[in-house]
């Protein structure tokens, strides 16, 4: 029988072993395509009609744009089985794939620590207020003239946790070392075991209550700006953000006013809402932490993830069945 | 008022977060602020008769712009002199052996600043270790990561080599447990197991060669004065990290430029140099390295409670004639 065909979308950076040795089992093959344009014309010339199981990584979108419904709709209809490469998937659009009867995985867990491990820089980053200083120092001017005001110190500080998955919990063990108290708002309450005693609060409650909030929850349609003028207004004055999420699920302009309001006494962000772009109100601003969506670039955390997403495909492969389907396709 | 005069106590530099603590004082003594501004004037306010029957004195981190290096010359000036409390964990300024000379019992502020400094430490750890100052520094020119982009190391599993093991050291160890680090140490004096927290302790040459990470967390003397230096950097492992929050001088800052040109050292986090506020401008041209003015206890809550527990030193001394956290090199003179 013809081996199945795997198409590879985006660049194996690491698991080069890995990934080759899918040849046994599947015919490899990649897009020629450099563009969404050309990505639609070659689908459409048949280029991919043999395909069964796609890998592909965030990076990808700038050949083939957004996995919507447009593009959803031209893929060959043997491919039934999407491996994304990252934790976040908000780039595909889930409902369509499942309307066109393709199965998506994406990575959890190998995700948790190089990006709590970000986080917690952030926090540390912002709640001390080191960025003023280290732009002093870097601009000939050492502590800065006038030195910043001082920071703050973690412990004894209330954080709250938006999105208490895997990068939440990981999160909160690291911050528990520094003397945080963790609280969280979830769609729903997790156990004890799982929570580690972290205290179970309303959205409102976590906005009011927090001294740090950290952001950690997906993208989709519901959390979109879930962030706002309005959040804001509700929030400690003074308080501190963080974001490894997605930029979108808060409002960078109207985080910006509050910066400026002093509402948000500082923020660290790994990430924003129109990557590469970042609001200018943001890149100003000394005060604040900024790195450029570094939550799981290490040698280490890249390698795994790779790993998984390749086992992802070989399971689609030899079992017709993904390892780890994305949360909206569970029950399938 | 026919009572009896208080003893004077003395103010060298500010104070910013306790003042009212420091009126306090008045209760039991007489607070006296330094005025002068430079050595030769210290020296000459001091002959004039403002600081005779001052019995203790508050040293804050600022005052070495006054009275510079803490010494026989100075403490001659203050004959009545008996309890100096310095506002900080590191006293490298305070000549210690001039003190106890002069019969001058110097206490330093223990445990407070432990956490504020390994805090430091640790962001400057993660920032090393995960190569975020090229893109954080490409990010405000507008190119987000830019083509100096460099892939960081997790902390998980990797070995953290920490020298000097007091109380910022056992922080430090602490905290980098919590990311998967497996931590070692060298110390004077090897401590119990409770007390090291499970650290391994090894001797310095195997520090310096197993260490993935190495963190300077020993006060600068005499003795420890380029402790790393040349030598100690071609026995490390090859794209060692380095952090250091303690003294610049504990490491030769030229040779760490060198280290860090050949590629040696992979890059390194610093709060500290040799001549704040002085860098060496091979440290400025380097993307690769983290660097923070000595801001390791500069937060609101620290830098009260430091104060707060040093002018309660200066009125225990007035009270009781003691100091709490007397420094380890005169653990002899609370001796009966």
């Known amino acids: 029988m013809a081996k199945p065909t795997v198409l590879l979308l985006g660049e194996i950076d690491h698991a080069h072993k890995e990934w080759n040795a899918l040849s046994s089992i599947a015919e490899l093959i990649e897009p020629k395509a450099r563009s969404r344009e050309e990505f639609i014309q070659e689908c459409k010339s048949g280029a991919f009609d043999k395909v069964s199981v796609a890998y592909r990584t965030f990076q990808s979108v700038a050949i083939t744009g957004l996995i919507d419904e447009e593009l959803v709709a031209i893929l060959p209809t043997g491919l039934k089985f999407l491996a994304h490469n990252g934790a976040g998937y908000d ?16 990575v959890p867990t190998a995700v948790d620590d190089a990006t709590a491990d970000v986080n917690m820089f952030l926090i540390l980053g912002a709640l001390r207020g080191f960025n003023t200083s280290m732009m002093a120092l870097r601009n000939g001017h050492w502590k800065g003239s006038p030195p910043p ?84 207004e509700k929030m400690k004055k003074g308080v501190v953000i963080v974001n490894t999420a997605r930029g979108a699920v808060m409002d960078e302009d109207a985080l910006v006013k509050a ?40 040698v280490e955390t890249q390698t795994k993830m790779e790993n998984w997403c390749i086992d992802n495909v070989r399971s689609a492969v030899e079992k017709g069945v993904l390892k780890s389907p994305v949360g909206e396709q569970k029950d399938l | 008022m026919g009572s009896i005069q208080k003893p004077k106590v003395l103010l060298i530099g500010s104070i910013t977060h306790a003042k009212a603590e420091w009126d306090a004082l008045k209760d039991v003594a007489d607070p006296i602020i330094v005025k002068s501004t430079n050595r030769s004037d210290f020296l ?52 210690i052996s001039d003190c106890t000379s002069a019969g001058v019992q110097v206490c330093n502020v223990p445990i407070i600043a432990d956490d504020a400094t390994s805090d430091t430490a640790i962001f400057l750890m993660l920032g090393a270790l995960r190569m975020f100052n090229p893109c954080m520094a490409t990010l405000r020119t507008g190119e987000f990561k830019g083509p100096a982009f460099k892939l960081g190391h997790d902390p998980r599993r990797k070995v953290l080599g920490i020298l000097g093991m007091g109380g910022i050291g056992r922080e430090v160890a602490r905290k980098a447990g919590a990311f998967g680090m497996k931590v070692q140490y060298y110390n004077r004096k090897e401590l119990s197991e409770e007390m090291a927290g499970g650290a391994k302790y090894v001797g310095f040459d195997e520090l310096l060669g197993t260490s993935d990470i190495l963190s300077l967390n020993l006060p600068l003397n005499a003795n420890t004065r380029h402790i790393v230096s040349t030598a100690e950097f071609a026995k490390m492992k090859q794209d060692v990290v380095v952090v250091n929050t303690a003294r610049g001088p504990v490491m030769d800052e030229a040779a760490l430029v060198e280290a860090l040109d050949s590629g040696k050292v992979r890059s390194a986090g610093l709060d500290v140099y040799e001549e704040e506020p002085k860098i060496h401008p091979g440290l400025i041209k380097n993307p690769n390295v983290i660097l923070l003015p000595h801001v390791g206890t500069l937060t609101y809550e620290t830098q009260k409670a430091m104060e707060v527990f040093t002018i309660e030193n200066v009125r225990r001394a007035v009270e009781e004639g003691r100091l709490k956290g007397l420094v380890p090199e005169q653990a002899h003179m609370t001796k009966a």
């Open chain 1, 149 to 232: 005001p001082l920071g703050h110190d973690p412990q004894g500080k209330v954080l709250g946790i938006l999105g208490m998955g895997g990068i939440g919990r990981n999160l909160m063990k690291k911050a528990a070392a520094f003397g945080m108290t963790t609280q969280y708002y979830n769609r729903s309450p997790l156990s004890e075991e799982l929570s580690g005693g972290a205290k179970y609060v309303t959205f409102d409650e976590l906005l009011a209550t927090s001294d740090v909030l950290s952001l950690n929850l997906p993208l989709n349609k519901q959390t979109r700006h879930i962030i706002s003028t309005k959040e804001f």
């Open chain 1, 91 to 106: 780039q595909i659009d889930v409902h369509a794939c499942t309307k066109h009867d393709i199965r998506v995985s994406n």
């Open chain 1, 259 to 298: 910066l400026e309001k002093g509402t948000v006494w500082s923020c660290g962000l790994d990430v924003f809402e129109e990557e590469p772009k970042v609001h200018p109100g943001l890149v100003a601003n000394p005060n604040v932490m900024l790195v450029p969506h570094m939550g799981t670039w290490t």
């Open chain 2, 44 to 95: 000459a306010e001091a002959k004039s008769g403002t600081f005779d029957g001052v019995v203790a004195a508050f040293r804050s981190f600022t005052s070495m712009s006054i009275t510079g290096q803490f010494d026989t010359e100075i403490l001659s000036s203050i004959p009545t002199l008996k309890f100096l409390c310095q506002n900080g964990a590191g006293y490298d300024p305070i000549n």
